[in-house]
């Protein structure tokens, strides 16, 4: 399997995303920069978290401009898989990949800390290596988490099995602060409706690791080589 991780100016976990990468394929990926036109023929497409541009417009938006970005489109269109993590989710949604946007937190503060996410399917390569409805452990990191779509888009997604993770409390219920952004719907994660592109917040690449204090995050990777090999 081969993989590769855009790299913007501003990115800070792109290498966080190599390194899950590495352990998990045993090889190093692609790192490909935001100016390239070109893609290496790879089996995975990673789009990583962090403050691409500064966020300076706004999240997510002047990366979904860069030249590579053409490329990543054309190639989801053709099925590749892409993951976008966090900024990248924006990112994704900023080209259009996926739907909805990513607002300020509801809170309108910057949020860092661990959260609890329930799997709500395992029909993609994304997810297949869980169970439904396991309970995770996964961090966030974020200021402008908060997932909006309007009704219609928001039931397409529940009837399409396009909901890949929400945000609940450790028993897997929607308690009081489970919701650490104010996401419709406690959305954390969603697919496109060909199920190759998925947009999370959480970073499982920051808990793929046992020496990180957790591997909640690692059977993703695991699950998209065994998937992609």
Not at 73 to 84: D, F, Q, T, Y
Not at 131 to 142: G, L, S, W, Y
Request: proline share 5%; aromatic share 6%; net charge negative.
């Amino acid at each position: 399997m081969k993989a590769a991780v855009i790299v913007f100016p501003g990115s800070n976990c792109d290498r966080d995303l190599q390194v899950a990468l590495r352990g998990a394929m045993g090889s190093e990926p692609e790192m490909v920069w935001h100016g390239d036109s070109e893609m290496p023929d790879v089996d995975l497409i990673t789009v990583p978290g962090g403050f691409s541009y500064g966020d300076y417009l706004r999240a997510g938006c002047m990366a979904a401009h860069s030249p590579i970005m053409r490329e990543v489109v054309a190639r989801a269109g053709k099925g590749v898989p892409v993951l976008g993590i966090c900024n990248g989710f924006q990112v994704l949604t900023e080209t259009g990949l996926l739907p909805g946007v990513l607002m300020r937190n509801a809170q309108l503060k910057y949020v860092c800390k661990d959260v609890w996410l329930r799997v709500e399917t395992t029909g993609t390569a994304f997810t297949e290596a869980y169970e439904k409805d396991q309970v995770i452990r996964i961090p966030v990191a974020h200021h402008d988490g908060n997932y909006f779509a309007d009704e219609a888009t928001l039931d397409e997604l529940e009837a399409g099995d396009r909901i890949a993770f929400r945000y609940c409390d450790g028993e897997g219920g929607g308690a009081n602060g489970a919701n650490p952004n104010g996401s419709q719907r406690d959305i954390a994660g969603i697919l496109n409706e060909k199920r190759n592109v998925l947009g999370m917040m959480p970073h499982p690449e920051r808990l793929a690791d046992a020496a990180l204090g957790g591997a909640d995050g690692r059977p993703m990777f695991d699950g998209l080589v065994a998937a992609l090999s």
